[in-house]
């Protein structure tokens, strides 16, 4: 679907929802009614159709392998990885054309939730489960062979995800142990990770878990700064901004349940964020399943008026071009007025979707090994 299009329809739509449109693109302050914030609109909508980009879908591409997908990371417009069930991973460094699978020696019955890859050679995967089945890989000769470095020895913690600042700065991420949640941090590699105080970390409520749907349920950003959210009694946002050292924690308004809560997180810049999840066993339910923060995480609302269509087990960043793509097996929205609005793009089912940081360039993954690219085209 050409998301130009779906934007210039709403313009032929109700008045009513052309005054939601209108709210969310003319400033907080102006109380001007619609038809005199029409040319703004209209402007505004030319804009994004006569170059700023042509079309926003998803394209379907062999991923070379059957098992569920639940990991990607796009390092380049040519370059991404994805990772999945019975230690499988796949890459490709053509933009897709073809994708060149593996499985890690000694991983076969491993569940990778989660890659972040740097370059065509260099990519870290991240297991789950209880105990020693919680591990971290890394590769740095393209997937050839996996060095093993990290594996959980706490019985009771179960890794979740990860994130990187950059190739030797990044955190992981367990559900909580006696009370506190586990989070890692290396800052050579991976070579070692060390844990965390967690003694300056508010407690876990009962119940209280992180979700490895996607692998993006923890984020960071600048150097210092990260964010994971968590689920259960209550959706909630943990965040520190000198590296893991002290925490503190907010509430959020997504929905909350055993299967319910924040599941993705992405941030633009230290202070402008968004969560986005909601319930997965009700995978086509349109609740509160998207927030917002503008101070860094203190404080989060749910400002949208046109939520994401289902449940959103992640939520991407087109890098430079300000919009928000957010996934989940129900279909995929995208939102260009910071997660004010979503307009859905369509129904095939994802789990995770990642953007290159320098290309408008993205992958989706999902079930039975699917893999699809979407190209944000910039004709400026």
């Known amino acids: 679907m050409k998301l130009r299009l779906a934007f210039a329809g709403s313009l032929t739509g109700s008045n009513k ?44 591409q062999n991923s070379n392998v059957k098992v569920r997908l639940r990991g990607v990371s796009a390092v380049s417009g040519k370059v991404a990885w994805a990772s999945g069930d019975k230690g499988t991973f796949t890459r490709t460094i053509d933009g897709g054309e073809t994708w060149r699978p593996g499985v890690v020696p000694g991983a076969e019955d491993l569940d990778f939730r989660d890659v972040d890859a740097f370059s065509d050679r260099v990519a870290y995967l991240l297991s789950i489960g209880p105990g020693e089945k919680s591990r971290i890989y890394k590769t740095i000769d393209g997937g050839a062979n996996w060095i ?7 019985q009771k913690a179960f890794f979740d995800a990860m994130a990187f600042w950059d ?23 991976g070579a070692t990770w060390r844990l965390l105080p967690s003694n300056k970390m508010p ?22 700064n990260i964010w994971f959210g968590t689920g259960g009694p209550r959706a909630r946002v943990f965040r520190s901004n000198d590296g893991g050292n002290s925490w503190q924690v907010s509430d959020t308004p997504l929905t909350t349940g055993k299967a319910a809560g924040v599941f993705s997180l992405v941030f633009r810049n230290a202070t402008n964020g968004i969560a986005v999840g909601g319930d997965y066993t009700k995978e086509k339910e349109v609740g509160e399943n998207v927030a917002i923060t503008k101070d860094g995480g203190k404080t989060w609302q749910s400002l949208a008026r046109e939520h994401p269509q289902g449940y959103r087990s992640a939520v991407a960043l087109i890098h430079g071009l300000e919009i928000l793509i957010a996934v989940g097996p129900s279909g995929t929205d995208s939102s260009i007025t910071g997660g004010n609005s979503w307009v859905q793009m369509g129904t ?12 408008s360039v993205g992958w989706a993954v999902g079930e039975n090994g699917r893999i699809a690219c979407s190209q944000v085209f910039n004709n400026q």
Not at 32 to 43: K, L, S
Not at 148 to 154: A, D, E, H, S, V
Not at 169 to 177: E, I, K, R, T
Not at 348 to 359: C, L, Q, R
């Open 148 to 154: 093993l470095q990290f594996k959980n020895p706490n």
């Open 167 to 189: 190739e030797r700065n990044g955190v992981a991420l367990s559900d909580p142990v006696d009370g506190h949640f586990i989070v890692l941090r290396t800052s050579d590699g």
């Open 203 to 224: 407690a876990a409520i009962e119940g209280e878990g992180a979700f490895a749907a996607s692998g993006t349920c923890i984020t960071v950003e600048g150097t210092q």
């Open 17 to 60: 929802h052309l005054d939601r449109i209108v709210q969310n693109i003319c400033p907080k302050k102006l109380t001007m009614r619609t038809q005199n914030c029409f040319p703004f609109i209209v402007a505004f909508v030319l804009f994004f159709s006569s170059g700023v980009f042509a079309s926003v879908n998803w394209t379907t």
């Open 348 to 359: 095939d089912g994802f789990h995770a979707a990642s953007f290159a940081p320098t290309a």
